[in-house]
């Protein structure tokens, strides 16, 4: 099986720049929780006071929080579908489309 070089370089590009984007998005989450004294577990926040317990109490931690939840969920079927994608030896208008 050949796959283009060209395409699996675009892929390799955008998989690389999914990645990123989703490994960021887990400190952006850790800073909001802790701005906002928000935390999912008692565990998560010992030895602090004033804090709020739950999921859905603060709707700036909610909105960075369902962001890295979406991400989890569709980068990683993306990237495994992309490359299978790979293999099918598309056009590359429709691959470049695809992947952006």
């Not at 699996?8 to 400190?27: D, E, I, S, Y």
């Not at 992309?82 to 489309?97: D, I």
Request: charged share 25%.
């Amino acid at each position: 099986m050949n796959v283009d070089s060209e395409l699996f370089g675009m892929f390799a590009f955008h998989a690389g720049l999914m990645a990123v984007k989703t490994l960021v998005m887990a400190p952006l989450t850790a800073r909001q929780r802790f701005k906002k004294g928000n935390f999912i577990s008692r565990e998560d926040g010992a030895g602090r006071a004033g804090l709020k317990i739950g999921v859905g109490v603060d709707d700036d931690v909610e909105r960075v929080r369902r962001a890295h939840q979406n991400d989890i969920e569709n980068i990683f079927p993306f990237l495994t579908l992309g490359f299978l994608y790979l293999f099918t030896n598309p056009e590359h208008c429709c691959a470049e489309w695809a992947f952006r």
